[in-house]
């Protein structure tokens, strides 16, 4: 993907916080161009105790690079098996600012590229794209690859691959010989007020006030093993996402997040719906899916700092 540096100072490193559970509301499931996903387990694993490394700053900041609202997402995503840094990990949101500032309660969502599109178009970006007949179903995400989180930011359509590296999140922690299944990170929505070139707004108290009117957000969890952009020949590649991928309702499926419900998403809250990840391996793609994409479980708190 052609990547493109952010005047953004990438954030330094933070300290502690503990995190839990409880429920949500669910998205519109749609049928995706070529989407797949396979996201495991029903039972809820209890997330707590994980020590954040992150960003100091308290927002609104105004000396930093970056300005903060202090609206955050916290992000907790536990696999199988541990996290391969070899493999491709992704937090997909759309900020669909379409309808207004605060966002579209009924915007597509992102879900997984599971095969090439047609002959033209191919993989696209190799590893997501809209639901429904939209290409536009993502406009940030983070990227957990080779041991390192990066946030970037989409221009233009998604599936040409032209994004923005906007640094880290807010506050992370790496898999580590503790927690080796578990990726953990935290967003501020400020994060996500941006120019549609992906530079910062002049203006930091603008981006802050912008933040603080976000309501409306739609996320997936898409985690693969090759990334095939552009290409138009088939390949092998293992994907893995919420809902049970190995169904076209269930690779179809993503959430759409309240953001003035200052609330905890995860699994357990979404039982016997299309976003629910099964007990079992659900990896698209493999007679022997790999352990280190099957989600198990994940924990989105909404919070304000």
């Not at 161009?33 to 992150?54: P, Y």
């Amino acid at each position: 993907m052609r990547i493109r540096p952010s005047s953004r100072r990438p954030c330094g490193q933070l300290n502690s916080q503990k995190d839990r559970v409880s429920n949500a509301e669910t998205g519109l499931p749609s049928t995706a161009m070529v989407s797949a996903k396979t996201l495991l387990m029903a039972a809820m694993i209890s997330i707590a105790g994980m020590a954040l490394i992150g960003c100091a700053k308290l927002p609104p900041s105004q000396s930093s690079g970056t300005a903060l609202s202090g609206k955050r997402l916290v992000i907790t995503l536990r696999f199988r098996q541990a996290v391969n840094p070899n493999f491709h990990y992704f937090f997909l949101i759309n900020y669909d600012t379409s309808m207004g500032m605060a966002g579209n309660q009924n915007a597509p969502g992102p879900i997984p590229v599971i095969g090439p599109a047609n002959a033209n178009q191919g993989y696209g970006n190799g590893f997501a794209t809209g639901s429904g007949t939209s290409a536009n179903g993502f406009t940030d995400f983070v990227r957990f690859e080779g041991n390192s989180y990066r946030l970037f930011h989409v221009v233009g359509n998604p599936t040409l691959s032209n994004f923005v590296d906007e640094g880290m999140p807010v506050n992370f922690t790496l898999p580590n010989s503790n927690n080796p299944t578990v990726l953990q990170f935290e967003i501020d929505l400020a994060q996500l007020v941006l120019q549609p070139t992906g530079a910062a707004l002049p203006d930091q108290m603008q981006t802050i006030s912008q933040a603080k009117t976000i309501r409306w957000l739609q996320m997936n969890i898409v985690a693969t093993d090759v990334i095939p952009r552009d290409q138009t020949q088939l390949v092998a590649k293992q994907v893995e996402s919420l809902g049970d991928t190995r169904s076209l309702t269930g690779a179809s499926s993503f959430l759409t997040l309240d953001m003035t419900q200052l609330r905890t998403y995860d699994n357990q809250s979404f039982i016997g719906q299309t976003v629910f990840e099964p007990a079992d391996n659900d990896v698209f793609g493999s007679a022997n899916p790999d352990p280190s994409l099957d989600l198990v479980d994940y924990s989105i708190i909404v919070r304000q700092q």
